[in-house]
Every structure is written in C-alpha cells, then in structure tokens.
C-alpha cells in the first residue's frame, strides 16, 4: 500500500501579526491512519488542524489533501470534517436534524437521507436519540452526535480537536476504544489534536509531537516512548530519568558512555536516536526498565545499589524514588505489584536491576 | 408561638431574602402600574357623568360595546397597528446589521465603546429628537429646503413630512437601540464554533447565516420586536407633533376621549380594548416564534 499520502504539508508557516504560529511543518498523513498531533497548549496543534480544515489561511507552504492543493479552497469545500472541541452542536435543532445538517444538498431522497441517518446514530450508539432535543444531551452524548454529523457526510479525513477533554477518565477511556474501533470500522483517516500523552499512544498509529511551532519527532507510539529524539519529547511522554553522561568512544555504530552512578556502559548507536547538539550529554531511562531485585534474585544484566526515598502506591503499581549510590538525584522505578512481592518502606536499602540496552543517550 | 417560631424560621430561608429583596419593588409596581391599570379597567365599566371628571358608579359595558362597534375606533386602531408593524420592522430590520457588526466585527474591548455610542440619543429629550425630525423633514425642513436650493425639486415634497412616512421615520430612530440591545446579547451568546461547524459541513457564509445564526439569533428578534412594537402602538407623541394632528393614532384619541371630550369610561375602555388587541397580537407572534425560544444556552 504505497499510495500517495492523504494529507502532504510541505513547510507550513502561519503568522498571527508578529507571532510565528507555525514553524515550517512539513509531514505526510497516510490513508487511513490514525494520527495525533500531540503537544503543550500553545505549539500550534489546534492551529495546524484549522489550518488543514480550512479555517486557517496559512502565510506560506503547502497542503496538500488527497492530491490536491487546498489553497484557496475554502472549508465548506473541503473532503475534511471537523469534531469540535466544544462539539458545537446546534442547540436548536434536534439530534436528528443535527447530524442530518450536511446532508442539505445530498440528492438522495428524503427516506433515504432519513436511513441514513439513523445508521449514523447506531453506529455512535445513540440508537433511538433521533427526536431528542440537542441541548438535553449529556457531555458524552453531544460528542457522539458530533462524530454522527461529521462521519455521515463520508469525509476523506475527520478532524478531532481534542474532543475527550471534557469528559470524565472514565467516559474518557471507553470514548478512547470506540473512537478506534469506529477508525478501523469507517478506514477513514483520523486527525487527533490532543495534549494528552496517554490519550496519543493509546489511540494513534503515528504521533507528531509538536513544540512551539514546530514537529519534535513524528513516529509511531512505541518509538516515540522508546527512542525519543530529545529530552524534551522524552519528559512530554511519560517520565524519564536523566543522569548526567559523558560520552568516551564512538565507533562502528557502537558508542562507550560514562554514566554518573551507573559507570561505562556500551550502547548501540541506535540508542542516540536525537541529533548531536555538541551540548552536556545526559542518559535517559524509563521507571520500568529499572527492577528492583529482591533477596535470592540476581540480575540479568547488571546492578547497582541504592535506597527507597519515596513510594508511591497505585495499586497495582507501586513507584519507587531510589537514590543510587553515585547519584546526586533519586530516580524513579516502577513496579508491578505481583502477589508474593512487598511494597518496599522508605529507607529500604536495596539493589536495582537495570541493562544498557533500555538506555536513550541525549546530547 | 408556634407562629412565631414559624416565622422566625420563614425569615431565615432564602425564600425570604428574595422576597425582601423584590418587596420595594413590587410595592412600587403595585402602586404605581397596578393600581392606575385597576383604575382604568374599573373605569371603563362606569357611566359618564355630565360634570366635569364626574363618572356615575353604575356598571354597564356600553362603552365597550362603542368602542368595539364604531367605526372610527376600529379604522384608528387599524392604523395603529399598522404604523407600529411598520415601525418595527424598519427598525428591527435595521438594528440587526448594527448589532451584527457590532458583535462580530467589532473587537471586544470596543464593544462596551459601540454599546456606549448607541445610546447617545438618549441623552436629549424624546421630545427634543421628535422636533429634530420635524425640522429635517418638515415643509421648509433641511431635505426640501436643501433639495430646493440644489435645485434638485422645485416644490417641498410633501410626502416626507406630516404622513405616516415621517412618523415611522421618527418613531424608528427612537428606538432603534431598545432594538439592537436584544438582538446584540443574543449574538452574543452563540458559541462561534457552531458557525465553523455550518461552514465545515459543508454551508458557505450566507447558508450558515440563514441555518444557524439567524435561528439562535431570533431569542433576540423576538426581544426586539416586543419592545418595539408594543411602546409603538401606545405613542401619542410622535402622531401629534410629526403629523401636525392630522393622522392621529389610537392613543391620540384616547388622550381626546380622556382630557379633551371628558369622557373617561369610553377612553378608559378604548384604551383596555387597545391593551388587550396588542396584547394578544404579541402572545401571537411569541407563540410563532416560540420553538426558537425554547433554546437554552
């Protein structure tokens, strides 16, 4: 499947006066994929989402949809439709004369154009909601309906902005598996813009993380975690741990890091995946690469020693503040609660796990 | 004493507050506009006496029964009605682009600014602005006066001044801000991404306008038109002054039936009759519109 990106932007630059709103970005959007624009308020997510649905005039660059320069082609024009983040459902229509709205100029018939409708409803589970008056819905309702009133029109890409934000974690987390199962369901591509990370890896096959104005890194979500390309990216999804490094030999694609606390360890080049900046190095590592090892177990790999300055209890994790000997900082560690295995008290001195593969080298 | 620990606990609910909160208000509002209306009504059912203010306590409705039956009643009633539509709807008509513009186009720390500017008239006198009127579009007035010596018409028109024309004018600009108040919280309050919503599924701007703003907008509308519309019938003013007398209106001749001909029964039911017409010509256009405002939010 080597088709032509559904959506090319090619050095998008946007000015709002003097304020530089969007940097230059440049990205292909797939057919058919789910992909998230992710980043802190204010980097220009929500702007490049207008911007590809048509309610923003961009200063210079291209977009390309579907093959075809979008310039001039105003929002009604264009094969997108938008889920709002306020909804934007019309208070004064009912649910049904709501996601019939775009069907004015459709020329089936009205039976049709009625069925039609009823199908989009059952496929956001609002089966029988039809009569109901928009503004007696509920927050999770008015979302359903919204995604109703895009999809029946068939767009070529549905634009989401951040649309989980209002609801509650766990409506959130249900809307989160049905708005993938309806992606997969519709095979229409999905654009997400959304500041929250979780809601990025959980949903997305690919994520652009955006700072100021620019992309950071576009990749899909498990390397996004895994190999992020700088500090920043890193400490944006999840919690990494950094400790101050410095790089001794380079060679062959091999690379011979000193590390504080850790001592000289052996990675791959692979594990630098960001550009050399000439800056202080530092080495970065998940909570969950780090394992503590309890009496009777032995590394696989190596060990270090160092003791419990805090804990954390999640229920079925439990994290650890640890301060390594060495260390200047505590680090953070995860683990999993498994039957048999007990919280560790604060002050606990114990011995920690941990492998040169799961580092990510900054510099 | 259990009514006292009754009342004692009655002036501790909110209940109480709010009602001492409305009561010098409604104190006022019962003395000043429900006692004068009961006077009226009572009025309306009495006999006219042959002294001076002098009404006879004997019921009867044949003042009703006059004024519903003479002509002349219903022909100034008629046009009443007539010049207040007209009246509404120019002004109405007119305020929406005002408080269009003002809500959309204007940026928000000016708009208490426009708001501000849009009041003005008020600073001088109804009576004061109702003699300007005059004096533009009078027989030697600034337009015929000026058209004259531009040499543009030879004699005054006379359509402009002392017609029903000059008093839509008058009463028009009178109460154009009462008209774009209303209709400018109602644009207000509609959320801006439901008209990105019109545009992205698919309305170009007029399409949305006429799908969605105007529909959220009509709360507003029908606002406008009552406060227009309802004052407008009752005005006396603006008749006698711009139409010199000679188009009275329905208060005019209620004011005559009162003051002038000293028949208080007949105008005080003229003038329940006429309460009771506008009244329900307002319940009728409310009941139109009243999906529109059934809309919360």
Redesign the interface.
């Known amino acids: 499947m080597t088709t032509r990106p559904m959506i090319e932007l090619k050095d998008v630059q946007k000015y709002y006066g003097d304020y530089h709103a969007l940097r230059g970005i440049t990205a292909d959007i797939r057919a058919g994929e789910f992909f998230s624009l992710l980043g802190p308020s204010g980097c220009g997510k929500t702007t490049l989402l207008r911007t590809i649905a048509g309610f923003e005039d961009i200063t210079s660059g291209v977009v390309m949809i579907d093959g075809k320069d979008m310039e001039g082609v105003a929002a009604n024009q264009r094969p997108t439709n938008m889920v709002f983040q306020s909804y934007a459902i019309f208070p004064h229509l009912t649910v049904e004369q709501n996601v019939a709205f775009g069907l004015r100029k459709d020329p089936r018939t009205k039976e049709e154009k009625a069925k039609a409708v009823d199908e989009a409803l059952q496929m956001v589970g609002l089966k029988g909601f039809g009569k109901r008056a928009a503004h007696a819905l509920s927050g999770g309702q008015r979302q359903r309906v919204a995604l109703a009133r895009a999809l029946i029109l068939k767009p070529k890409v549905l634009l989401l902005d951040e649309p989980l934000s209002a609801l509650d974690k766990k409506m959130r987390e249900n809307m989160q598996v049905e708005l993938i199962r309806l992606q997969r369901q519709v095979g229409i591509t999905f654009i997400l813009v959304t500041h929250d990370q979780e809601e990025a890896l959980v949903m997305s096959d690919r994520i652009a993380v955006m700072f100021d104005g620019e992309i950071a890194q576009l990749d899909d979500p498990e390397t996004l975690y895994r190999l992020p390309k700088s500090r920043r990216v890193a400490d944006f999804i999840g919690h990494m741990n950094f400790l101050p490094a410095k790089v001794v030999d380079e060679a062959n694609g091999e690379i011979d890091v000193d590390v504080q606390g850790l001592g000289r360890c052996h990675i791959n080049a692979k594990q630098a995946p960001g550009t050399n900046t000439g800056g202080e190095a530092s080495i970065g590592f998940r909570p969950e690469t780090l394992t503590i090892l309890y009496e009777g177990q032995s590394a696989s790999d190596r060990e270090t020693t160092g003791s419990v300055e805090e804990v954390v209890y999640y229920g079925d994790m439990t994290y650890y503040d640890v301060k390594l000997d060495g260390v200047a900082d505590p680090v953070r560690l995860s683990m999993r609660n498994v039957p048999g295995r007990p919280v560790l008290d604060r002050g606990t001195k114990t011995r920690v796990a941990w492998s040169p593969s799961a580092l990510v080298l900054f510099r | 004493m259990d009514i006292k620990t009754r009342w004692g606990r009655f002036t501790r609910t909110p209940a109480f507050n709010g009602y001492a909160m409305i009561s010098p208000t409604a104190f006022y509002a019962l003395l000043l506009l429900a006692a004068p209306l009961g006077t009226v009504v009572y009025l309306s059912f009495m006999t006219d006496g042959a002294g001076v203010r002098e009404v006879i306590n004997q019921p009867t409705i044949g003042n009703y029964l006059t004024a519903w039956t003479d002509p002349i009643y219903r022909a100034l009633m008629l046009r009443s009605l007539f010049v207040s539509t007209l009246v509404t709807l120019a002004t109405v008509i007119l305020a929406f682009p005002v408080a269009y513009y003002i809500s959309f186009f204007v940026t928000p720390n000016k708009k208490s600014l426009w708001l501000f500017l849009i009041t003005i008239p008020f600073w001088t006198s109804y009576l004061v602005r109702v003699f300007l009127w005059k004096v533009i579009l009078g027989f030697n007035g600034v337009i015929n006066s000026g058209l004259i010596s531009l040499g543009i018409i030879e004699d005054p028109l006379t359509w402009i001044n002392v017609n029903v024309g000059a008093i839509v004018v008058t009463l028009a600009h009178a109460y154009a801000p009462f008209a774009i108040l209303p209709i400018f919280v109602a644009l207000e309050k509609i ?1 801006r ?2 008209l ?9 701007a007029l ?1 949305t306008f006429w ?2 703003t105007l ?2 907008a009509m709360p507003g509308v029908v606002g406008a038109v009552l406060i227009v519309f309802i004052p407008t019938v009752g005005d006396y003013v603006t008749p006698d002054i711009i139409g010199g007398g000679k188009i009275p209106l329905i208060a005019n001749v209620i004011q005559k039936l009162m003051l002038g001909i000293d028949n208080m029964p007949l105008g005080s039911s003229v003038a329940v009759s006429a309460m009771l017409i506008v009244g329900a010509a307002a319940a009728i256009f409310v009941l139109i519109n009243a ?2 405002l ?4």
């Open positions: 959320d991404s439901l990105e919503a019109g545009r992205d599924l698919g309305e170009t399409t799908r969605v529909p959220l999906r529109f059934k809309v919360k939010k």
